[in-house]
């Protein structure tokens, strides 16, 4: 009998623990993991007082947000106008954000407080662009406001989250050593509005910094201005400007360094018309050096065979007069690592018909030897090819040979097969590629029609990346063809060369300057292989 009552005793527990485990399992449900990313910044719930508020005398302004949020860069992205001899003080309280004033506020007077990128949500650093609130101790706002939009004064592009500012007249000196306080980032479309502004004279910027201080850098920033001043009655809605960089007025070395594989390196502020350098100290180093400036000549690549010294004197100079001298300096156990590396200009594995076969190295070349390379033609050898160094450019060789459309190229340079100086020697690669058939090319024709005879136009084919790929000068109306162009998407770029010097002029912001014009012509010209395409661009007047 005992037996017996233990069967349904048993089951009864089952039932129970079964019943527990269910419950328990419900109760547990984890929510869902994933889903699409925040991408949404922190949303304003509400104020207060509330925003645009008049009369206003509180101490204190309480802004609830719809998520936890953080201050960032508060010195650089808050700023308050007009500004007070005490900073309001804000504070972080779980969703809120309090703003305190420990500062007599002015009677009558409408302030704007401009938050920039200072808000952002926790999790994915969203950030409230352009967020302001305004309110006046009198009984009315300042309500006039100026809008614009702010361009590249070379692409015609709209700048993206640029700095639009402006500063009253008596202020102006202030800028690039201050940050503006009333200010507008631009945005997708480059358009930027400042606000709730009091009738008065002001000068207008526009600046797309590097630094995020909203202060004004020469050497890393462009910049934008109206030359004259604004006298602010009505508002204003189409106050557009175009940014540029400015050249530096004073020569000055941006950067110097004894790179990784024993090569000198040097970046300039300038772009220098006859650069020269010399070795100064030790002087018997000058005869044994190799030197390439870039194609702007605003920077400078340099070899010396002797890397023994302790330290180097180079000068720099331009036209024949001294920019700048100074001084690098090595340590005595400085060892380099040197690799000859061979870039080619193929275009995805393809070689121009219009070009030839161009391998260009990252050491100067001492010599050579043919008889390491090898040359398959759909895999049968071929030697009737010659080997001939770039009579302009130390650094690269040409591959002459009478390639051939629809047939495979194999080139094969052994070890050893070039020579560079500090004796290093390449190690074997291949080159894989084929001839590309010059069917796959068109022409451009292009009736240039000028609004000026005797002016100078400088007249640049762009393609869509808004790269050059060939420039002219124009003084009358005439016809130029451009042959053998990829087929694709091209575009033209007019510089109005005022003093023709044969290249764009930037401007000066110190001289009231702007730089010269450029217009770039919407009209796509869309070249076909085996097509000539004929347009006719007629320029406006500046």
């Given at each position: 009998?005992?037996?017996?009552?233990?069967?349904?005793?048993?089951?009864?527990?089952?039932s129970?623990?079964?019943?527990?485990?269910?419950?328990?399992?419900?109760?547990?449900?984890?929510?869902?993991q994933?889903?699409?990313?925040?991408?949404?910044?922190?949303?304003?719930?509400?104020?207060?007082?509330?925003?645009?508020?008049?009369?206003?005398k509180?101490?204190?302004i309480?802004?609830?947000?719809?998520?936890?949020?953080?201050?960032?860069?508060?010195?650089?992205?808050?700023?308050?106008?007009?500004?007070?001899?005490?900073?309001?003080?804000?504070k972080?309280?779980?969703?809120?954000?309090?703003?305190?004033?420990?500062?007599?506020?002015?009677?009558?007077?409408?302030?704007?407080?401009?938050?920039?990128?200072?808000i952002?949500?926790?999790?994915?650093?969203?950030?409230?662009?352009n967020?302001?609130?305004?309110?006046?101790?009198g009984?009315?706002?300042?309500?006039?406001?100026?809008?614009?939009?702010?361009?590249?004064?070379?692409?015609?592009?709209?700048?993206?989250?640029?700095?639009?500012?402006?500063?009253?007249?008596?202020?102006?000196?202030?800028?690039?050593?201050?940050?503006?306080?009333?200010?507008?980032?631009?945005?997708?479309?480059?358009?930027?509005?400042?606000?709730?502004?009091?009738?008065?004279?002001?000068?207008?910027?526009?600046?797309?910094?590097?630094?995020?201080?909203?202060?004004?850098q020469?050497?890393?920033?462009?910049?934008?201005?109206?030359?004259?001043?604004?006298?602010?009655?009505?508002?204003?809605?189409?106050?557009?400007?175009?940014?540029?960089?400015?050249?530096?007025?004073?020569?000055?070395?941006?950067?110097?360094?004894?790179?990784?594989?024993?090569?000198?390196?040097?970046?300039?502020?300038?772009?220098?018309?006859?650069?020269?350098?010399?070795?100064?100290?030790?002087?018997?180093?000058?005869?044994?050096?190799?030197?390439?400036?870039?194609?702007?000549?605003?920077?400078?690549?340099?070899?010396?065979?002797?890397?023994?010294?302790?330290?180097?004197?180079?000068?720099l100079?331009?036209?024949?007069?001294?920019?700048?001298?100074?001084?690098?300096?090595?340590?005595?156990?400085?060892?380099?690592?040197?690799?000859?590396?061979?870039?080619?200009?193929?275009?995805?594995?393809?070689?121009?018909?219009?070009?030839?076969?161009?391998?260009?190295?990252?050491?100067?070349?001492?010599?050579?030897?043919?008889?390491?390379?090898?040359?398959?033609?759909?895999?049968?050898?071929?030697?009737?090819?010659?080997?001939?160094?770039?009579?302009?450019?130390?650094?690269?060789?040409?591959?002459?040979?009478?390639?051939?459309?629809?047939?495979?190229?194999?080139?094969?340079f052994?070890?050893?097969?070039?020579?560079?100086?500090?004796?290093?020697?390449?190690?074997?690669?291949?080159?894989?590629f084929?001839?590309?058939?010059?069917?796959?090319?068109?022409?451009l024709?292009?009736?240039?029609?000028?609004?000026?005879?005797?002016?100078?136009?400088?007249?640049?084919?762009?393609?869509?990346?808004?790269?050059?790929?060939?420039?002219?000068?124009?003084?009358?109306?005439?016809?130029?063809?451009?042959?053998?162009?990829?087929?694709?998407?091209?575009?033209?770029?007019?510089?109005?060369?005022?003093?023709?010097?044969?290249?764009?002029?930037?401007?000066?912001?110190?001289?009231?300057r702007?730089?010269?014009?450029?217009?770039?012509?919407?009209?796509?010209?869309?070249?076909?292989?085996?097509?000539?395409?004929?347009?006719?661009?007629?320029?406006?007047?500046?």
């Amino acid at each position: 009998m005992a037996n017996n009552s233990i069967i349904p005793n048993f089951r009864l527990f089952a039932s129970l623990l079964l019943l527990t485990s269910l419950i328990y399992s419900c109760a547990s449900i984890q929510q869902p993991q994933g889903g699409p990313r925040d991408t949404e910044p922190p949303k304003v719930l509400s104020m207060e007082p509330k925003n645009l508020t008049t009369n206003f005398k509180a101490k204190k302004i309480t802004i609830e947000f719809d998520e936890y949020f953080k201050l960032q860069n508060e010195s650089k992205e808050f700023s308050i106008s007009p500004e007070l001899k005490v900073a309001p003080l804000l504070k972080v309280k779980k969703k809120l954000l309090e703003i305190s004033f420990p500062d007599t506020l002015e009677k009558n007077t409408t302030y704007t407080m401009n938050f920039g990128k200072l808000i952002a949500d926790i999790n994915e650093n969203n950030i409230l662009k352009n967020f302001s609130y305004v309110f006046s101790t009198g009984p009315k706002l300042d309500s006039l406001s100026i809008k614009g939009k702010v361009t590249n004064a070379v692409t015609g592009e709209p700048e993206i989250e640029a700095v639009a500012f402006i500063l009253p007249l008596e202020k102006d000196t202030i800028f690039g050593k201050a940050r503006p306080s009333i200010y507008s980032l631009t945005d997708s479309s480059g358009h930027y509005s400042l606000n709730n502004l009091r009738e008065g004279t002001y000068k207008i910027y526009a600046l797309k910094e590097k630094g995020g201080d909203k202060i004004y850098q020469q050497s890393t920033d462009e910049i934008g201005f109206i030359k004259e001043p604004i006298v602010l009655k009505k508002t204003m809605d189409s106050v557009n400007i175009k940014v540029f960089k400015e050249e530096a007025t004073v020569f000055r070395i941006l950067d110097k360094r004894i790179n990784a594989d024993g090569s000198i390196s040097f970046a300039f502020n300038q772009k220098l018309q006859k650069p020269e350098v010399n070795v100064v100290e030790p002087a018997a180093l000058d005869a044994k050096k190799y030197i390439k400036f870039s194609k702007n000549n605003d920077s400078l690549k340099m070899w010396l065979t002797d890397m023994s010294f302790d330290s180097t004197k180079i000068s720099l100079k331009e036209n024949g007069k001294l920019l700048q001298t100074t001084t690098l300096l090595r340590g005595k156990k400085e060892t380099y690592t040197r690799v000859l590396n061979a870039t080619d200009n193929f275009e995805s594995g393809v070689l121009n018909p219009n070009k030839p076969l161009k391998l260009t190295f990252n050491f100067p070349i001492l010599s050579t030897d043919i008889a390491k390379i090898q040359l398959l033609e759909d895999s049968v050898k071929r030697t009737n090819f010659t080997l001939e160094k770039d009579s302009t450019d130390f650094l690269s060789y040409y591959v002459k040979y009478p390639w051939r459309v629809k047939k495979s190229y194999e080139m094969k340079f052994e070890a050893g097969t070039f020579n560079a100086i500090f004796n290093t020697k390449n190690k074997e690669f291949t080159k894989d590629f084929k001839l590309g058939n010059k069917d796959d090319y068109g022409t451009l024709i292009l009736k240039l029609i000028v609004p000026e005879q005797n002016k100078s136009y400088i007249v640049e084919v762009i393609d869509e990346n808004k790269n050059p790929v060939n420039t002219i000068v124009v003084t009358k109306d005439t016809t130029v063809k451009f042959n053998n162009y990829k087929a694709g998407k091209y575009f033209t770029r007019i510089t109005y060369d005022n003093n023709k010097n044969k290249k764009w002029d930037t401007g000066s912001v110190t001289d009231g300057r702007q730089p010269e014009k450029i217009w770039n012509e919407p009209k796509e010209l869309s070249i076909r292989a085996l097509w000539e395409r004929n347009e006719t661009i007629k320029i406006p007047k500046e």
